[in-house]
Nanobody, 126 residues
């Protein structure tokens, strides 16, 4: 049974930083591409960043977070991270981690992931 649990959300001022963590319990985590998504009130869920499987990971980011957010993974700790810097009020959303079984060595920026966490709230005050 897969289980993803996010943590690290909270309230931060504009320009501040937060690091989200997601503990990922799936069979053989190294076979999964991982991602962070977010959903703001009244908006659809959107992809934020993805990190590929494999010993040499590749990453991809949505344009609106490039240069500000960094995704990383630690398979030994069964955790994926999202370092968020220079936060803006528009970053306010519930953030979700997701996992997808794949044979590809590329990041995956589409919403068709196999497993999802319950989400953690990030609020950026102006």
């Amino acid at each position: 049974q897969a289980r993803l649990v996010e943590s690290g959300g909270g309230l931060v001022q504009t320009g501040g930083s937060l690091t989200l963590s997601c503990e990922v319990s799936v069979p053989t985590l190294s076979n999964y591409v991982l991602a962070w998504f977010r959903q703001a009130p009244g908006k659809e869920r959107e992809v934020v960043a993805s990190v590929s499987r494999g010993s040499r990971t590749n990453t991809n980011y949505a344009d609106f977070v490039k240069g500000r957010f960094t995704i990383s993974r630690d398979n030994a700790k069964k955790t994926v991270y999202l370092q968020m810097d220079n936060l803006k009020p528009d970053d306010t959303a519930v953030y979700y981690c997701a996992a997808k079984f794949t044979f590809s060595s590329l990041p995956y920026m589409q919403p068709s992931y196999d497993y999802w966490g319950q989400g953690t709230q990030v609020t950026v005050s102006s």
